[in-house]
């Protein structure tokens, strides 16, 4: 069957004449305009011809589209003289519904630019043209026999009609896809289940309850953007009584799922199996399914299985991509028995193409190598020798291969073992296309012309095909040839074609579910300490190592930047006798690591977690300098075993010392740990309010006593007139991610500070996300909280600075004028909120790579040493939105100006406005009876940033 059979074009209506369907999408002319989008070289003249599309000062938007693991992301480009600026997600895309933004999107823009990309082509350290390695690259192919790609995971249309031609063509060539973070119990399992490989699809938005085991569906699957936003749509409550969704999660490590849960439950990850059949067995009971085994179940389960049974067909039973089989089994069996399949859990076919299949296991190209068969090994992508199993051992068998190419943007392990390296495109410099994870075709379309050349994986397939000249833009409008210019014109301006895959009417095989949960009640944990192996929720496999933005951005859980650590409750620390920066060596099979012990609350005994992704060259530039060659972090995929990816079992784990020579005495050995946020416990402070839903109903006013203002310095209050600003937090629906701080970075022209000053606590972020325990012991919540200026109305810094540098606007501003600044940092002593940020040293120096000050947003000013700075609610878009509509004669709409953490945040927990209009939606929320201001009951200080109170869904039954 065909790709069009299977998977048909969507009709496209052409657009009526005269309606703009979104304002942020000013694609104007034809598609071939964006080949002009390139940044100035040489002598910069003005324009003989102007482009028509061009109106200097001016902004663009185009939509494009980024991958994750293959899955479409839509994104939003702004662009300014052909030069991207800012990234956001496509609110009409299914995978970034809402416009909502995970860090790594945000982030794409700095890989753009980095500096240390490769370019060009080399054969050894030797630059050559493109006709040399064309010629190479077709010699002796006959048959293909010998040759082997290996691919990421893809979803790409284009790529897959081109791969399926090269089979045809080469019938003897093999293509082998290779994904670190893939789920071989989850592909196992449906195909168990149904088979054939198959797709779960969430909907999360259509349920009321449900449970997580060891499942951080926020931060690991490349649907977490759109998983966010559906799960915030029944999370919201304005008054008591409103329903609400629960979440329950089961889980050893602490993830940014399981720290917002209603109801966790800590347990080791090789204990879920097992749980989950007890789970089965107390759903079986309920539903009168006595030939369903029922095993011993903690009351936590027993609970979860009431709830999820007064749900059933609006709940979902999740589990973890780690997990084996049998686990994925006995939650398809629980969702089976809940009639959620069809509901909130839809059956598709795959969307990657050929998962689930042989061609996706490493183990057959490992096979090739051995056998000496392997003539050309043609590497797409990735970083495989670094991030294969330790026991598959590739690094050495690829040099078995005669000839090693390898495509990629930066130099890693795999492109130093390669003869030929070429320098691979940006998303946002090449043609291309890609599915959602419904199914929908996104299109990618430069933004830019390639800074420094390069080649896209579908036109190195077509030059194994014979063309000496490939053009991923031609391949393209070839594959949709069947589509009008117009049309076209119009999918390019959406980003996408209408139109996913149809869930599938599937009845799973209830013998092979029904003999996965006597396995899985087989399965015991270790009596010893496990090693679980997480993906970072930052650097993902490593892939992101070189973004200055990710690797600085402190971890939404622990707070730590720029290295990792290895994960641990207290009472584990305490048996293993470490402390916090105390180095142990972890060994597994015969690997082993040295890594800095970091204990943390919440985590389940006898569990030790290491995040992949560390161990390699950080970013180039950071702090105004060139970077060390240096590793950041430490290297975990050693540690990673064919039979045991995720969790090991058998691991040793012992404190690291150093010998002191030459009186061959031992000292144990310590690690700096970097951290943003030193203290979690609010220490009495009402700074984070919460409460449960029960009590919530009993006492709307709860917060009231801490938002009645204090008397303060000014006497009485000042008195605002005309348009006033203002910003409300729900910290019923923050799930802690940390999109919105990277928004802000770069939207703001926030710069990299460094190792060195981010130890000494000199990061420059203006927003930074706050995280606090709320109970005792190791059952605490350990909740986000955005913490930005406060724009306060009766602010404490105004009134220290000796130079007026910081004062307040006419609609509410708390603002800093730059060259008023002395750098007496009297205002960052005086702030309670410890908002402000100061440049001690010059970050963005004139010698600073290029392709970095393209970066810089020209609306915002770029800062120099000695200054403060601080969140300014994006003025320079309340500016330019005022004037755009005294352009037009008319006032401000509500909603018109949006912050960029605003625009970023996937739940939509942050909105900003006009408070002086009494009916727009800030001002609606700040009446509501959640919502208060931090400290403002202690100190006066009328902040205009307020928060809608925590809620926590606990079942009534406990409380």
């Keep these: 069957m065909s790709e069009n059979e299977r998977h048909p074009l969507p ?54 589209t980024l991958t994750d693991r293959g899955i479409a992301w839509g994104v939003i ?16 895309h299914p995978t970034t519904l809402g416009g909502g933004s995970a860090p790594q999107l945000q982030a794409s823009l700095y890989d753009l630019y980095d500096p240390a990309r490769l370019r060009g082509l080399r054969h050894g350290d030797a630059e050559i043209a493109w006709t040399d390695f064309y010629r190479a690259l077709r010699e002796d192919l006959r048959d293909g026999r010998g040759l082997h790609l290996l691919l990421e995971p893809t979803t790409s249309p284009l790529l897959v009609t081109q791969l399926e031609r090269l089979r045809n063509a080469l019938p003897a060539a093999r293509i082998h896809f290779f994904d670190p973070l893939a789920s071989a119990g989850e592909d196992e399992a449906l195909r168990t289940a149904f088979g054939r490989p198959r797709q779960l699809r969430l909907r999360l938005d259509r349920a009321w309850a449900i449970a997580a085991f060891d499942a951080d569906f926020f931060m690991d699957p490349p649907e977490r953007i759109r998983f966010a936003h559906d799960f915030s749509q029944r999370r919201r409550a304005l008054r008591p009584g409103e329903r609400r969704s629960r979440l329950w999660v089961a889980e050893g490590d602490l993830t940014v799922t399981g720290a917002i849960a209603d109801e966790r439950m800590r347990i080791r990850p090789s204990a879920i199996p097992s749980l989950l059949a007890s789970l089965v067995g107390e759903l079986g009971q309920l539903a009168g399914e006595p030939a369903l085994p029922r095993l011993p179940a903690p009351d936590w389960i027993r609970r979860l299985a009431r709830d999820l049974w007064q749900n059933r067909g609006a709940s979902a039973v999740i589990v973890g991509e780690r997990q084996p089989a049998e686990a994925h089994l006995c939650g398809l069996l629980a969702n089976r028995i809940l009639g959620n399949l069809g509901n909130t859990v839809e059956v598709t076919a795959p969307v990657v193409f050929e998962r689930g299949e042989e061609s996706h296991r490493l183990e057959s190209l490992v096979r090739a190598l051995e056998g000496g068969e392997v003539r050309t090994l043609l590497i797409l992508g990735g970083d495989p020798v670094r991030a294969a199993p330790a026991d598959f051992g590739l690094a050495r068998l690829m040099r078995r291969a005669r000839r090693r190419i390898y495509l990629g943007t930066h130099a890693n392990d795999t492109s130093a073992l390669c003869d030929f390296v070429l320098a691979g495109l940006h998303p946002f410099e090449q043609w291309g296309d890609a599915r959602a994870h419904d199914g929908t075709i996104s299109l990618v379309q430069p933004v830019i012309r390639p800074l420094w050349g390069g080649w896209a994986p579908v036109e190195i397939v077509a030059a194994l095909l014979g063309e000496s000249s490939p053009s991923s833009e031609a391949l393209l409008r070839q594959r949709y040839a069947s589509i009008g210019l117009g049309p076209w014109q119009t999918a390019l301006q959406w980003g996408f074609l209408q139109g996913s895959l149809p869930s599938l009417e599937a009845t799973p095989d209830e013998g092979a579910l029904r003999a996965a949960v006597g396995r899985a009640a087989g399965r015991q944990p270790s009596a010893t300490i496990e090693i679980s192996i997480r993906p970072d929720p930052k650097l993902r496999d490593g892939r992101f190592s070189r973004n200055g933005w990710l690797v600085e951005l402190p971890d939404p859980i622990t707070s730590l930047q720029w290295g990792n650590a290895a994960l641990m409750s207290p009472s584990t620390a305490q048996r293993l006798g470490v402390d916090r ?46 970077s060390r060659e240096e590793a950041v972090g430490v290297d975990v995929f050693p540690l990673r075993r064919s039979d045991a990816p995720w969790i090991a079992l058998q691991a040793e784990i012992e404190p690291a010392f150093r010998t002191i020579e030459p009186i061959g005495s031992r000292e144990p050995l310590h690690a700096t740990l970097v951290f943003q946020q030193s203290e979690f416990e609010l220490h009495g402070r009402p700074i984070l309010l919460s409460t449960t839903d029960a009590e919530f109903r009993a006492d709307p006013d709860f917060v009231a006593h801490h938002d009645r203002p204090a008397p303060n310095v000014y006497g009485m209050p000042w008195t605002f007139e005309g348009p006033q600003w203002g910003m409300i937090v729900d910290l019923a629906t923050c799930i802690g991610c940390a999109a919105c701080v990277v928004a802000c970075q770069a939207e703001n022209n926030i710069p990299v500070v460094g190792k060195t000053n981010s130890r000494k606590h000199r990061s420059m972020h203006w927003l930074r996300i706050d995280r606090y325990y709320l109970g005792e012991g190791e059952e605490a919540q350990y909740l986000p909280q955005p913490m930005l200026c406060q724009h306060c109305e009766m602010a404490p810094c105004e009134y220290v600075c000796p130079v007026n540098a910081t004062v307040h606007s006419p609609d509410g501003l708390n603002e800093m004028i730059y060259n008023r600044c002395i750098g007496t940092r009297f205002c960052s002593n005086n702030c309670p909120y410890k908002v402000r940020r100061f440049n001690y040293f010059r970050y963005n120096v004139p010698h600073e790579p290029e392709t970095l000050k393209m970066m810089n947003n020209p609306e915002v000013t770029v800062r120099e040493r000695g200054v403060m700075e601080k969140c300014t609610y994006c003025v320079q878009r309340i500016r330019a939105a005022q004037i755009e509509a005294r352009i037009h004669g008319r006032t401000l709409r509500d909603g018109e100006v949006k912050t960029a953490c605003q625009v970023a945040c996937p739940t939509h927990a942050i909105t900003f406005g006009l408070v002086s209009e009494p009916e727009s939606e800030v001002a609606r929320l700040r009446r509501t009876p959640r919502s208060y201001a931090v400290l403002n009951a202690e100190l006066g200080t009328e902040p205009r940033t307020r928060y809608l109170a925590h809620l926590r869904n606990r079942r009534e039954e406990e409380v």
């Design 11 to 64: 009709v496209i209506v052409e657009e009526e004449e005269g309606l703009l369907r979104r304002e942020m999408l000013e694609l104007v002319g034809a598609a071939m305009a964006l080949a002009a989008c390139e940044p100035p070289r040489g002598k910069i003249l003005p324009y003989v011809r102007q482009p028509r599309e061009i109106v200097p000062g001016q902004e663009l938007s185009y939509a494009t």
């Design 77 to 92: 480009v702004r662009t300014r003289a052909g030069r991207p600026l800012k990234v956001d997600g496509n609110p009409d």
């Design 581 to 626: 920066g105390r180095v142990i060596r972890v060994q597994v099979g015969g690997e082993a690591i040295l890594v800095p012990a970091l204990p943390l609350r919440g985590m389940a005994d006898d569990v030790v977690t290491l995040h992949l992704g560390w161990g390699g060259p950080g970013p180039a530039w950071a702090g105004g300098r060139p």
